[in-house]
């Protein structure tokens, strides 16, 4: 009996995801067979790549024509695909010969801590995602995935899932995933489903080797199938058109025991947390409770190609405890998966796990995943990571609890601790209580003081419009911030969003909200909803947006993650750790933008910048341009247009038709005097009038830096 687990994408491309390497381990543990493939990067690498980006150049042409033909643009939607489409289409040569060297930037050490390298990689891998998002109606990034055209419907997801003008997924999976499968012949396919960003291509996924592959068994589980249970309870239709069966909550045992049964020719009634179909109807088995967490191997990562993700060296992701101990905030659902519980490994298996993926991946780089590890168990974990004298780097989440004392502070910096999460979420006490956070603003000051006096960076999450809360307690979370911004690093401010399985969305009377939960939009996690008092959701929207673009500017840290993000800043603590541990030296400095005013001469030699994009459109875009950032309703109407376009800065300037000659002679191989002679002779012009039109242009092109002289 041989297994297939699969990652599908989205989800990031910096590190390993814990639940295939997890799975994988208990199953050899047990005799099976099995093979992990984390085919999200792999889909990272196909479409960040010159062969993928440059086969986009006609279907973006092509989406181009259709908008550049219409009698006229609407504000809004229309114009802006308008200009998304001129942007992507004139920009593809010049991010596709870039992809493959920013890639690289991100693997490679040599160059990795000099952050203006991360800034270009990531910009051009950035403006690579946004150009494939362009071309496809999807919002692809290094974070997130919004498949624009599924708005949660059973419907929707049949059709998405088979339509390859929509979904770029599909010929992905045929042309790269499905050989694979056909080679490796699994007889059982599990496809992990940790969060909304993979629930789209992993379906795809799943459908396609339902209608493709015979005798395998398709099983899909995940933080998200946990979410969607009840959905997939109630839509008996797919089961055997996009898999077989799913797992709910913790999957080591029930994976174990479908494997085992489905290799034995048993039943599936005895398989626990278990979905499945049998003589059309969907039946739903015992949920048993989880395995022992001492008594789960190390994980696994052989399959995964960990010199490929984008990072310089493995980082590598791991577990002292499942669950939250407090388990109590009204805003959170990460503990569904969980059931509830909370349980811990024991400090010496977390240090003989990290000793072991030391040795045999060269790993020193260790990011603790839990919900929350409470004060004790830091405790008992860096006593042993200094007893055993262990060299790593890690990172986690942790609550602002008075346990965490400058002694306590000062062991977990000694035992590697360089990076710990904090979820402040607000600075009004008021606002603590109704989330249930189980805090005060003194306590997290006190943490805050403590983490800080012992060299671990500490990283404050924020949330801003919380049902109820109102704008005066959202100033009160900004003073906290601004009168303890001498004992925090950075920090970052996200709205409030109702979703699924949180306290506020089962009890929403409880919370002053109202939302509609629509039956035929069962596969959503998240909903719309009001607010009966206090700031509304799209204004805390705005009001977070404008705190990170203000107030973040008054920190260091946020400057400094600006750079290099949250995802490597681990790697840079520990680089600079005796050096500059507080990463000084890479703030970004403030470096003169001014152009010097270049005259042109007879003696100048004047030489285009080279890749610019020379264009003529029905639509005016710098009208267009502007429309969109001032939010107007203005119609556009066709105005024939010649532009020059820089891929490398999005600089795009209107010129007159007949320009378009003068530049094609800018070839810095002769003089702005001889350009001129042979416009003026070929027009029959004067030299004098020729030479003062050419000169005027020339000059505002130099100003705005497309050409040199």
């Known amino acids: 009996m041989k297994v297939l687990l699969i990652f599908p994408p989205q989800w990031t491309p910096y590190r390993p995801y814990l639940s295939l390497p997890s799975l994988s381990a208990y199953l050899k543990e047990h005799g099976i067979d099995v093979i992990q493939k984390d085919f999200n990067?792999?889909?990272?690498?196909?479409?960040?790549?010159?062969?993928?980006?440059?086969?986009?150049?006609?279907?973006?042409?092509?989406?181009?024509e259709v908008m550049d033909s219409r009698d006229k643009l609407l504000p809004g939607f229309e114009q802006r695909y308008f200009n998304d489409l001129f942007i992507a289409k004139s920009k593809l040569k010049t991010i596709s010969s870039k992809v493959e060297g920013a890639k690289e930037a991100l693997r490679n050490s040599a160059g990795f801590y000099n952050p203006e390298t991360i800034v270009n990689a990531r910009n051009t891998l950035e403006q690579a995602l946004a150009i494939i998002s362009t071309a496809f109606p999807i919002r692809l990034d290094l974070s997130t995935l919004e498949m624009l055209m599924f708005r949660g419907t059973l419907k929707e997801l049949k059709e998405i899932t088979l339509n390859k003008v929509e979904n770029p997924f599909i010929e992905l999976f045929e042309n790269n995933l499905l050989p694979f499968i056909s080679e490796q012949a699994p007889d059982v396919i599990g496809i992990?489903?940790?969060?909304?960003?993979?629930?789209?291509?992993?379906?795809?996924?799943?459908?396609l080797i339902k209608s493709t592959v015979k005798d395998v068994h398709v099983v899909i589980g995940g933080h998200m199938v946990t979410l969607l249970a009840e959905s997939l309870k109630k839509n008996k239709e797919l089961f055997g058109i996009f898999f077989d069966s799913a797992i709910v909550y913790e999957g080591e045992r029930p994976l174990l025991t479908l494997v085992e049964h489905l290799r034995d020719d048993m039943g599936l009634d005895g398989v626990p947390n278990l979905i499945y179909a049998n003589d059309g109807k969907v039946l739903v088995n015992e949920i048993s409770p989880p395995e022992n967490l001492n008594s789960l191997p190390t994980p696994c990562f052989d399959d995964l190609p960990l010199d490929s993700y984008f990072s310089p060296e493995p980082v590598l992701p791991i577990l002292a405890s499942r669950g939250c101990y407090w388990n109590k905030c009204a805003f959170c659902s990460q503990n569904v998966i969980y059931q509830g519980r909370y349980h811990c490994r024991d400090a010496q298996k977390i240090v003989e796990d990290m000793r072991n993926l030391t040795q045999k991946y060269g790993a020193?780089?260790?990011?603790?995943?839990?919900?929350?590890?409470?004060?004790?168990?830091?405790?008992?974990?860096?006593?042993?990571?200094?007893e055993?004298?262990?060299?790593?780097?890690?990172?986690?989440?942790v609550r602002m609890e008075r346990q965490f004392t400058?002694?306590?502070?000062?062991?977990?910096?000694?035992?590697?601790?360089?990076?710990?999460?904090?979820?402040?979420?607000?600075?009004?006490?008021?606002v603590l209580e109704i989330m249930n956070k189980g805090m005060n603003t003194k306590m997290a000051a006190e943490a805050c003081h403590n983490f800080y006096q012992a060299g671990i960076w500490n990283h404050l999450y924020v949330m801003f419009g919380f049902p109820g809360e109102t704008e005066e307690e959202l100033t009160a979370t900004i003073d906290f911030l601004l009168s303890n911004k001498d004992i925090i690093h950075s920090f970052h401010v996200d709205n409030f969003s109702l979703g699924k399985g949180m306290e506020v969305q089962r009890s929403p009377s409880k919370y002053g909200i109202q939302f509609e939960e629509d039956s035929d939009r069962c596969f959503n996690i998240s909903y719309d909803f009001s607010v009966s008092s206090g700031v509304a959701y799209d204004q805390a929207r705005e009001l977070a947006a404008n705190c990170m673009e203000t107030i973040g500017k008054e920190f260091e840290g946020d400057e400094i993650l600006a750079q290099v993000t949250h995802h490597y800043l681990p790697l840079y603590l520990l680089h600079y750790e005796k050096s500059d541990p507080l990463l000084k030296s890479i703030l970004p400095t403030n470096k003169s933008t001014a152009v010097t005013h270049q005259r042109v001469n007879r003696h100048s030699v004047p030489r285009i910048k080279h890749g610019l994009v020379l264009d003529s459109?029905?639509?005016?875009?710098?009208?267009?341009?502007?429309?969109?950032?001032?939010?107007?309703?203005i119609l556009a109407s066709p105005k024939p247009t010649s532009l020059i376009f820089d891929p490398d800065t999005g600089k795009v300037m209107a010129i007159p038709k007949q320009a378009l000659e003068v530049i094609s002679l800018c070839d810095g191989n002769i003089s702005f005097k001889k350009i001129v002679q042979k416009l003026a002779h070929k027009h029959g012009i004067p030299f004098n009038r020729a030479e003062e039109d050419c000169a005027a242009f020339l000059e505002a092109i130099v100003q705005n830096e497309f050409m040199d002289l």
């Not at 690498?45 to 010159?50: G, I, P, Q």
């Not at 986009?56 to 989406?63: F, G, H, K, S, V």
């Not at 055993?388 to 989440?397: A, H, Q």
Request: hydrophobic share 40%.
């Open 192 to 207: 992990s489903i940790a969060g909304n960003s993979q629930f789209i291509p992993a379906m795809t996924l799943a459908r």
């Open 406 to 430: 400058p002694d306590l502070c000062q062991k977990i910096h000694q035992a590697g601790f360089k990076l710990l999460y904090l979820g402040l979420e607000s600075g009004c006490n008021r």
């Open 388 to 397: 055993n004298k262990l060299k790593v780097c890690c990172s986690t989440n």
């Open 364 to 386: 020193r780089h260790f990011a603790f995943t839990d919900e929350a590890i409470s004060p004790s168990m830091m405790n008992k974990l860096s006593n042993e990571i200094i």
């Open 617 to 633: 459109n029905r639509f005016n875009l710098l009208e267009i341009q502007q429309n969109i950032a001032d939010g107007t309703d």
């Open 41 to 64: 990067l792999e889909t990272y690498d196909l479409m960040l790549s010159e062969k993928y980006l440059l086969n986009l150049q006609e279907r973006l042409n092509a989406r181009f």
